[in-house]
């Protein structure tokens, strides 16, 4: 098992930045497969926003690519997410997620059994 703990969400204007965080405990992040961020917006399915598997590479949805990073520090097992030029229709709850083995495409919500309980995001035009 593994427990997951977002931290950094918060209140921001549009153009502004915010990275965001997710401890995990009772496992090293290195063990993973891959760890994604999610987010789900008012009204809206959950959408995959950022993935990094265990050889460090990334991928992202098309809706921020150029804006977010993902980037994790094995060596205190935390997963983060950089988020610039930050848009009012970023407004989400994000969580991040992982799995043993990834099975499916990095933004389905299915293929990870690990979440963490979600940190909000609101951006303010």
């Known amino acids: 098992q593994v427990q997951l703990v977002e931290s950094g969400g918060g209140s921001v204007q549009a153009g502004g930045s915010l990275k965001l965080s997710c401890a995990a405990s009772?496992?090293?992040?290195?063990?993973?497969?891959?760890m994604t961020w999610f987010r789900r917006a008012p009204g809206k399915e959950r959408e995959g926003v950022a993935h990094i598997n265990r050889y460090g590479i990334t991928a992202y949805a098309v809706s921020v690519k150029g804006r977010f990073t993902i980037s994790q520090d094995h060596a205190i097992n935390t997963l983060y997410l950089q988020m610039n030029s930050l848009k009012p229709e970023d407004t989400a709850v994000y969580y991040c997620?992982?799995?043993?083995?990834?099975?499916?495409?990095?933004?389905?919500?299915?293929?990870?059994?690990?979440w963490g309980q979600g940190t909000q995001v609101t951006v303010s035009s």
């Open positions: 997620a992982a799995d043993d083995f990834v099975r499916g495409a990095w933004n389905s919500a299915n293929a990870y059994s690990y």
């Open positions: 009772s496992r090293n992040t290195s063990s993973l497969d891959g």
